[in-house]
């Protein structure tokens, strides 16, 4: 995907952008508008539908790469603005900051089909500073012999932080893997369990 304005200071095109997008929503032809936002994790990339938060990403996962998903998956129409995304952003900073505990930012969860959205919507129910396993989370979904696609689900969640699987950690007590990094998982129940305590 290519940012037209890419080349030129952020000064001169954050206006024009802002016009553009204004006028993109109006016409109804902004399908999709995505953003960045400075985390102590890394740059996260942050889209949008008219319907909701429909992804957050980690560097990690190739902001470049994911947008093309999202012009593939849903629209080709995707648009850098902060229309709809500027309180999002507000909410995960807060959430950083150890003042939010949970989102109340719209979701759209078109990216997620079956048994894997059941798994996402019920990402919701794991508290703030705590954990469930994926056989918990398994059963939880009411497919408690379906453990592994409960991975799978959380693997390929569109949005982590808000929903929150890395909240769900193997039986053993380790944290398992992370579609941000295992570091990002470790730092997240770390700051959860952190702000818990105080």
């Not at 997008?21 to 889209?47: E, H, I, K």
């Not at 980690?58 to 902001?63: C, F, I, R």
């Not at 932080?161 to 129940?189: E, F, M, N, Q």
Request: hydrophobic letters at 40%.
């Amino acid at each position: 995907m290519t940012d037209l304005f890419a080349d030129l200071p952020a000064e001169a095109t954050g206006p024009l952008r802002a016009r553009l997008a204004a006028a993109a929503a109006q016409r109804g032809l902004l399908d999709v508008a995505y953003r960045t936002l400075d985390s102590p994790l890394g740059s996260l990339l942050l889209a949008a539908t008219p319907a909701g938060l429909v992804t957050i990403a980690y560097a990690v996962q190739d902001h470049d790469a994911v947008l093309a998903s999202l012009a593939t998956r849903i629209s080709p129409r995707v648009i850098r603005t902060g229309l709809g995304l500027d309180e999002t952003a507000r909410q995960i900073d807060e959430y950083f900051a150890g003042r939010r505990h949970t989102f109340d930012t719209p979701i759209d969860l078109q990216l997620a089909r079956g048994f894997r959205r059941t798994v996402l919507q019920h990402l919701r129910q794991v508290g703030y500073g705590t954990t469930t396993s994926y056989a918990g989370l398994a059963a939880a979904a009411g497919s408690p012999n379906a453990v592994r696609a409960v991975g799978t689900a959380c693997a390929t969640n569109p949005l982590p932080i808000v929903l929150p699987c890395h909240r769900v950690i193997r039986s053993d007590g380790s944290p398992g893997h992370y579609v941000g990094g295992d570091a990002a998982k470790t730092a997240l129940l770390a700051l959860e369990t952190s702000q818990e305590t105080r």
